[in-house]
């Protein structure tokens, strides 16, 4: 006698919403607390995939692996040295004047209060509502903790380095243990390289953004022109909102030093230039680099 096999019972939609919320936050907590090893090891695999045409171009030279990444081990220490170099001063400089934007903020706001009062607007206490010296002490802490994660510019290297002289071999052995016409390496292929196309694409149009960032600030006599327009390289990396966060300390001290007028200008700046650079420069990129539409 044969007894019927009863099917696994499957959670209702709400139990296996309740898992997808579950796992969410684990993995979200996961990796906020392995945020000081996580944050070095993405870097570095970014920066791999961004300077793996160049090491593909080195080898395509004729030059043996060990040679080559000799060469990409000199130029990346020699740019990581100056990067790291050109950050400390800049953010130890703005540090030291911290005091100084703070009290030039409350100027502008006391102004502005006056101005308000002016126009006959219902008194209000910008020195509340604003706090200067909260916002000045913000963009200290985060160039501090930018100046923390530079610490790890070896271990990024590192790294950079295991993965652009060891990506080939561990492609090649991937490539051994399957068919030679395996369709999912085939599209894996075809998918990596357009990523490491794409990402050395959009390197140029950060490149792009960052000088036009640096130019415009030096022109409207912003401190530390040079320091945004390379925060404004690496954050445009991120999506929608890495350029106001990279632009926002600009604002802050075109504001704290001449006022609504200079900052206002220094807005209207940074969207043209992500304007030009978005939907003018990065299409025209991809369009040739990725054979799109």
């Not at 160049?54 to 030279?61: F, H, T």
């Not at 509340?128 to 002490?137: F, L, R, S, T």
């Not at 295991?162 to 399957?178: N, Q």
């Not at 040079?226 to 925060?231: H, I």
Request: aromatic share 10%; hydrophobic share 55%.
């Amino acid at each position: 006698m044969t007894s019927a096999i009863t099917p696994a019972r499957q959670p209702s939609s709400f139990g296996r919403v309740l898992l997808v919320l579950a796992a969410t936050v684990v993995m979200a907590a996961g990796m906020r607390v392995g945020a000081p090893i996580l944050n070095p090891i993405l870097f570095a695999v970014v920066l791999s995939l961004i300077f793996s045409p160049v090491y593909s171009w080195l080898k395509r030279r004729g030059l043996p692996a060990l040679p080559a990444l000799l060469i990409m081990l000199v130029g990346l220490s020699i740019l990581f040295g100056a990067l790291f170099s050109f950050l400390s001063v800049s953010i130890g400089k703005f540090t030291g004047r911290l005091a100084y934007y703070t009290t030039q903020l409350e100027i502008r706001t006391g102004e502005f209060q006056t101005l308000l009062e002016g126009l006959g607007v219902p008194s209000i206490d910008l020195q509340n509502v604003v706090e200067p010296g909260a916002i000045v002490g913000a963009l200290g802490s985060v160039l501090s903790g930018l100046g923390s994660f530079l610490s790890n510019l070896f271990l990024i290297l590192m790294i950079t380095l295991f993965l652009l002289g060891e990506g080939p071999a561990m492609l090649a052995r991937l490539r051994a243990s399957v068919a030679p016409d395996n369709a999912q390496l085939a599209r894996l292929t075809v998918v990596g390289r357009g990523v490491i196309r794409q990402l050395g694409l959009r390197a140029i149009t950060n490149f792009v953004i960052g000088t036009g960032i640096s130019v415009l600030f030096w022109l409207l006599g912003v401190d530390f022109a040079l320091l945004w327009g390379v925060l404004a390289f690496f954050l445009s990396f991120v999506p929608y909102i890495g350029l106001p966060i990279a632009a926002t300390p600009g604002v802050i001290l075109a504001l704290a030093e001449f006022g609504v007028g200079r900052a206002a200008l220094v807005i209207l700046g940074v969207i043209v230039i992500n304007q030009l650079a978005e939907y003018g420069l990065d299409p025209f990129l991809l369009s040739r680099g990725l054979q799109l539409s």
